[in-house]
Each structure stands twice: as structure tokens, then as C-alpha cells.
């Protein structure tokens, strides 16, 4: 596969401390491989499928397009790979696509989607551990917990990668 150095973003409105969260970490790692973030390829919008449909066809409507796009929610990229599929694009060959949350409908959708996991059991566990403790103690006190997500590797990103059925 060739290497990849323009990657497209869409991400949840920035008013959202999760979009700023996430589009942080697109940042970081733009920086840590040594790719130039361009405006062009930068679009924000509601966690819907429409919003990825939308930012993809412009994306893909300029004169020199994204080879990847990185999608702040699984939904998101659901519409990207809509529009791709719909426009003659053949993915990942043509452009990568990475989305974020590893909903049932990311493993359905063709092709199936490369998400990051995020460990909603865990995160479970940590509000109501939260919730309980300011219960007990009468108080309650803000704090930030980060949790590890780890990155499903499906065939939006590598075309020959495994496949299974997670139910």
C-alpha cells in the first residue's frame, strides 16, 4: 500500500468536548507522522450519515482529493463510504476510510469499516462507580477518566484484512 499524506477529517460540531477530544488526536497524530493538515480537507458536522455523505463529495470534488478520511464516528463514516461506493471509488484502494465508535453497522456495511473500539463496558463501570461514590459521599467532584481504545482493523483500510462477525 502506498503511504498516505492526505487525510481528510470530519468530525462532530467543536462545541462537544468528545469532538474536540477527538479532533485533538487527529492533530497529534498528523504531527507525529509528519503530515501538513490542510483546511480543505478539514469538515465538521452532526454525528449522521448525512454529514459524511456531504463532506466526502466535497472532498472528493477538489482538484487533488484525500487518499484517506478519518471520521469521528462510525455514522459518519457510514456516509463517506455511501457516497465513495455510489461515485466510483474503490475503497481503500483509492481512499482509505477510519471511523470511530465500532457499532454493529460498521462490520455490516460493504465494505466493513476499520474503527476504533472504544470500551463501553469500562466506561460503564467508571460512571457508575462515579455516580455512587457522589451518592454516598454527598458530593460530587469532577474528574477526568481516559480510558484505551484499540483500532479494529477491517477492509476500509487494508482490502484483504480478516473478517469476522463480532456478535
Request: proline residues 5%; positive net charge; charged residues 20%.
Given at each position: 500500500?502506498?503511504?498516505?499524506?492526505?487525510?481528510?477529517?470530519?468530525?462532530?460540531?467543536?462545541?462537544?468536548?468528545?469532538?474536540?477530544?477527538?479532533?485533538?488526536?487527529?492533530?497529534?497524530?498528523?504531527?507525529?507522522?509528519?503530515?501538513?493538515?490542510?483546511?480543505?480537507?478539514?469538515?465538521?458536522?452532526?454525528?449522521?450519515?448525512?454529514?459524511?455523505?456531504?463532506?466526502?463529495?466535497?472532498?472528493?470534488?477538489?482538484?487533488?482529493?484525500?487518499?484517506?478520511?478519518?471520521?469521528?464516528?462510525?455514522?459518519?463514516?457510514?456516509?463517506?463510504?455511501?457516497?465513495?461506493?455510489?461515485?466510483?471509488?474503490?475503497?481503500?484502494?483509492?481512499?482509505?476510510?477510519?471511523?470511530?465508535?465500532?457499532?454493529?453497522?460498521?462490520?455490516?456495511?460493504?465494505?466493513?469499516?476499520?474503527?476504533?473500539?472504544?470500551?463501553?463496558?469500562?466506561?460503564?463501570r467508571e460512571?457508575?462507580?462515579?455516580?455512587?461514590?457522589?451518592?454516598?459521599?454527598?458530593?460530587?467532584?469532577?474528574?477526568?477518566?481516559?480510558?484505551?481504545?484499540?483500532?479494529?482493523?477491517?477492509?476500509?483500510?487494508?482490502?484483504?484484512?480478516?473478517?469476522k462477525i463480532?456478535?
Amino acid at each position: 500500500m502506498a503511504v498516505i499524506k492526505k487525510v481528510a477529517y470530519i468530525g462532530g460540531t467543536g462545541d462537544r468536548q468528545v469532538s474536540q477530544g477527538k479532533f485533538s488526536g487527529y492533530k497529534r497524530a498528523m504531527r507525529e507522522y509528519n503530515i501538513d493538515i490542510q483546511n480543505e480537507y478539514l469538515s465538521e458536522g452532526y454525528y449522521i450519515i448525512g454529514t459524511g455523505w456531504r463532506a466526502t463529495r466535497s472532498f472528493m470534488m477538489l482538484p487533488n482529493p484525500p487518499t484517506a478520511i478519518v471520521c469521528a464516528s462510525d455514522t459518519i463514516a457510514v456516509g463517506c463510504i455511501k457516497y465513495l461506493s455510489q461515485n466510483g471509488f474503490s475503497i481503500p484502494q483509492d481512499v482509505a476510510v477510519v471511523g470511530y465508535d465500532n457499532i454493529p453497522l460498521s462490520y455490516i456495511i460493504e465494505p466493513p469499516l476499520t474503527t476504533v473500539t472504544i470500551p463501553i463496558d469500562a466506561m460503564a463501570r467508571e460512571a457508575m462507580a462515579m455516580t455512587i461514590g457522589a451518592i454516598n459521599s454527598g458530593t460530587a467532584r469532577k474528574r477526568q477518566v481516559v480510558l484505551n481504545t484499540t483500532l479494529c482493523i477491517r477492509r476500509t483500510t487494508v482490502k484483504d484484512s480478516a473478517f469476522k462477525i463480532e456478535l
